[in-house]
Each structure stands twice: as structure tokens, then as C-alpha cells.
């Protein structure tokens, strides 16, 4: 499903469709049942977004096909791409702060739910994915880079500028929850823990339990059974 | 990476960016962040390797793409390649005793960690790869050889003489920890114990706790997390 | 390897080869180290093999590729291949008894060791194989059939007439250990058990711990770690 008219305006459109802001997401699951150019949910960050190491974790499930892009997570300033998480066309899963990104080797995704943690630190440029509680290898990634503050975080949609160009076929679709995000390095073990479902530190930029989102276009909460 | 420089001159130039020699890697990685034709560590075994058995073990995580060769250990006198792991081009892993070498289909390498042993002795050559605490096939390689002391160890490089002859494309990338060996062979619920991170009689030859090692190039030591 | 000599002449002459009749094989492997037309075991039953129903466990571990005929079993008379066991070019198993076969698709045979059980009855003649436990679908085959007596059970090898006619392309190589035999159905619960390595009635054609065998060729046995 795509539209001619320009993104920019279509984010102005479907604005006007967006939920009211809401909080708290426990148990539940974000469904993006849809292939659109104008379904996301924004979240709002528990603090300012200026990074000198993260850990991000999500769960997803897509059905989409192995060689078509996937925004995973997006979170943009007005002029950088700061923090994206992509399925790429090749079945690679990459993580791009400001310009070009480094890729993983990792079991597809697919319509299982694969839980995918992503952390990375400032000072060696140490970064790593996990895939249901096992590490990928280290890869050398921007070290003395920082992350910018006062973007956007978006699920389901790839801006391609601040608040606007999005594209259907990078979109998201299938099933996303339980994403959370510290501003540190969470220990082997406890990204394990996480997998398992068992209880770790919460999230001090997203809490997953307690996030406040806005939901815009179709996109469906529904209980996570 | 490569560089047009003759690799003699090369591995001279580096060898005087090594560090000094340190001791012992527990609960450390050794990463290999890029490929290169510099960067290798030296591994100063505890015995003379005069060797009528052995028992090799490590864990290695690599992204290398699987129709690339890689080396996974390589030990080198004047005249012979005494001792190498390979990753073949067609993803079968070698071993290697000055000349021709022998192959197995073994589960693939790949970003997760593989836990790798070696096991051959001379009398009757029989030899086997344990991946993840299970033997292959036996095979028989060799009987009656044995494999001649006062070489050099080295991980990250295959040297094609003795300290020398460095080439990118055969170089590893990625994490390796954990390198033991013994001089003779280990029974298969030892290796098993191995695997599983519980205690086994400590490594002869190489024991990674008090391994004694030099680093070259880009070879970073990290925490094991 | 292979000889231009006529098969039955090598067959005589590597008779000359064979080792006398041993017995008893407990946590003991045979190994086929090499592609041959010469290498093989005779087992000789406690009874005689005129059979209405048996089952048929073995494991078995090869690196052969997967697109190469491979005989497992093979019982034959003067005029039959009584009761073979195949796995085929096209990587299914299959069981023939005098003519036509019944063909599976079981996981591949590879280098770490499966546990393969075979079912036959001739009643309604259900038959189903056993892969580390678990049981195929059944088919239907030969049903009122009945196996003959007083041939020769050979184990790497397929001879194409009694004690003859042996082709390397069709051998075994690899490894192979406990070989039983009952003349009747195991229950699902005693093969399970057999693959865990439990105690269970032991084989009444052939019982591994004090097998009847003779080596003949290049065939090794070793301690089974």
C-alpha cells in the first residue's frame, strides 16, 4: 500500500489519526498487521537520548520475506540517523549510528519470536548483538562516538528525515514487545535473564512496563498470550 | 587491509609494535576486529612440542563468510606446518601435519561461540574434531608421524615460513578464548566437561589460565561476557 | 581406491586377509577408515534368519557426501538380497527385502553418530525406521513376506551375488557400533531406550556385547569415546 502524495504531508495526515499519548505496555504486544508508509508508534525516552553506551532489547516476529529490508528501530535527530536497527536485504541484521553501519550474521528472523538485545559502549566501540540470550561476536564499532539528544524514537517506520519519508517497503510488520532500553552495558547474564523473562534492572530510557507511545496509522495493541 | 610490502619486512616492522610478553587469560577473549595481515599472538607453550598425541581445544566466533579460508591455529618450524586448523573455502575444518591434510564435515562456524577440540595420537593415527562436546567420525591421518619441537605458535595468522609470509585472506576474524592443549588424548567425557566450562585437568602444552602470550597488531584481549 | 581385478578374484584373495573369528564387540567401534572394495565384517546370528518380523538397530556416524549410495546392512543368500539397508543417492533411507525397496526421508546421516532402528513385521507388514528414538511414519511393505536362512550378513559392503561382487563406490566408511538384532517388533519404549543406551532384552540374532565377527580388509576396531 503506497501513496503519490509527498511523506511529509502524509505524516501531517495521519498525525491528526495518532492516539493520544498512552503509558505502559506490560503483557501486551505492538501488531503492525500491515505493509504502510504511515503506521508507527513513538515513544518518549525517560531521559535525554545523549549515549556513551546503551543496551537496547526488543522481541519480534515478521513473516516478511528474507530479502526485503526491516526497520527494527529507529531513533533520529534532525539531521542524523542516530540509533537505527535494520533487517537488512540480505538477512544481516546492522546497527547504524550517523552514517555508515556495521552488520551481524544472525539467525533470521522469522515468525517466531526472536528476543534481540543490542549493546554497545563509547570507549572501545565494543558492540554485540544477542539472540535469545546468546552472544554474537564482538565487532569494533565508532569508538569515541556519542549519540545525540533531542530526537525521535520510532517503531514500525524509518524517517528519512525528522518526522517525515517514510516508506512502506522498510516498514514493519509483525509483532513487537517488551522493548527496553538502558544507558549502560547490561552484563551477559542479566541479557539473559531478560531472554528468560526473568526480572533485571528496568529500563532507564524505555521501560517497557511503565513507556509512554503514541500510536499512529494501524497498528494494534493486543494481549501478549 | 592489505599492503604491497614484501611480508618479511612486514612481520619485522610489526613485531616491534608486539607487546611485551604477558601471562594468563582467564575469563578473556582475544578479538580480532578487522582482517589484516599484521596482527597475530604468539603463544609460548609450556613443553617442547616433540608430540606423539595430542588434545588441541578452543572456542572461536567468527563472521567470516563461509566460502573463505580461515586459519585456526597454526604451528610452524623452518621447513613444515607442524600443526594447523583450518576453515576451508567449503566450509569443511582441516587439520593439518606438514603436507597433505585431512577433512571433516563439521557443523558450520559462525557468530555464536563453537567449542572445538582435536584429538590425534600416532599409533594407530586415529583423529576426530569434538563440536560442542560431540565427536565426529574417527579418522586415520598419519599414523607413525610425529610432530618436531622449537616452532612458533601463532592464532590470527598463517605464517607461510617460519615468523613470516602473512596473508590477509587467511586471517582470522573474530573472537577466539580458551586455547588448551595437552599432549596427549583426552577422553570424549572430559571433553565434554570441557565444553561445559567444568573443571578438567589443566592444559600440558598451552593452559589458558597461565597461557604465556605476546600480541602483534590489532588484536584486542576483552572481558569474556 | 579402486582395482581392475574382477571382484570375486579380490574377494578370494582378501579372504586370505581376514582375521579369524572373533567375538564380542562391547564399547567397541568399527571404523572404515577408506573408500574400498575389500573392506568389510561378517556377523554370524545365533540363529538361523528365517524371519517374519525383526527389528534392526545400528549407529552409525559417516562424512561420505550426501548425494553417494551407501550400504548399511546388507544379509544375503544365494539368489536374494535378503534384508538390506541403504542410505540412497538422493539421501533417503531404504530397506529392501528380495526386490523392490521402501524408501524414507529421515534427517542425514553425518559425522556425529545417529541411532537408526528398523521395524518390519509380515503380517500387515508395518515398517518404520528409528532416528535417535523417534519413529517415522509407517509404511506398508511387503506384508506375508517371509526372509530366508543361511546367508551371510556383511557390514560395509553389498555383495552383488553370495560372498561377491563388491563396489567401492558402494561402501561403507565411516564408523558403526551396536549392531542388534531381534526376531521381533521392540516396542517404541525399548528402542528409546536402546538410543539412550539403557538396559533392554538383549538381541536374539545379533547381541553386540559377544558378537561372532570376522574382519576382513581394512577394518579397525576402536574403543567407542
Same mark, same amino acid.
Given at each position: 500500500m503506497t501513496f503519490a502524495m509527498p511523506a511529509v504531508f502524509l505524516f501531517g495526515v495521519f498525525a491528526l489519526a495518532s492516539s493520544a499519548t498512552q503509558v505502559g505496555l506490560s503483557a501486551k504486544v505492538l501488531l503492525f498487521p500491515y505493509e504502510t508508509d504511515f503506521s508507527y508508534v513513538t515513544l518518549t525516552p =525517560? @531521559?535525554?537520548?545523549? =549515549? @556513551?553506551a546503551f543496551t537496547l532489547c526488543l522481541r519480534v516476529a515478521t513473516e516478511l520475506p528474507e530479502e526485503r529490508q526491516i526497520i527494527l528501530f529507529a531513533y533520529r535527530t534532525d539531521d542524523y540517523d542516530e540509533l537505527n536497527m535494520w533487517r537488512e536485504k540480505d538477512g544481516r541484521i546492522s546497527f547504524h549510528m550517523s552514517g555508515d553501519g556495521t552488520f551481524f550474521h544472525l539467525p533470521p528472523l522469522g515468525t517466531f519470536r526472536t528476543s534481540l538485545c543490542l549493546t554497545w559502549e563509547s570507549v572501545a566501540g565494543l558492540t554485540a548483538f544477542w539472540v535469545d540470550g546468546k552472544r554474537s561476536t564482538y565487532q569494533v564499532y565508532k569508538p569515541g562516538h556519542s549519540i545525540r539528544p533531542k530526537g525521535t524514537v520510532l517503531l514500525g517506520q524509518d524517517p528519512d528525515k525528522h518526522l517525515g519519508g517514510l516508506e512502506a517497503l522498510q516498514s514493519f510488520v509483525g509483532e513487537m514487545t517488551d522493548v527496553n532500553m538502558w544507558d549502560f552495558v547490561l552484563s551477559g547474564s542479566t541479557i539473559q535473564a531478560w531472554h528468560y523473562g526473568r526480572k533485571v534492572p528496568?529500563? *532507564?530510557?524505555? *521501560?517497557?512496563?511503565t513507556i509512554e507511545y503514541e500510536l499512529t496509522g494501524n497498528v494494534k495493541v493486543v494481549d501478549d498470550d
Open positions: =525517560l @531521559k535525554e537520548m545523549t =549515549l @556513551k528496568e529500563g *532507564n530510557i524505555f *521501560n517497557w512496563a
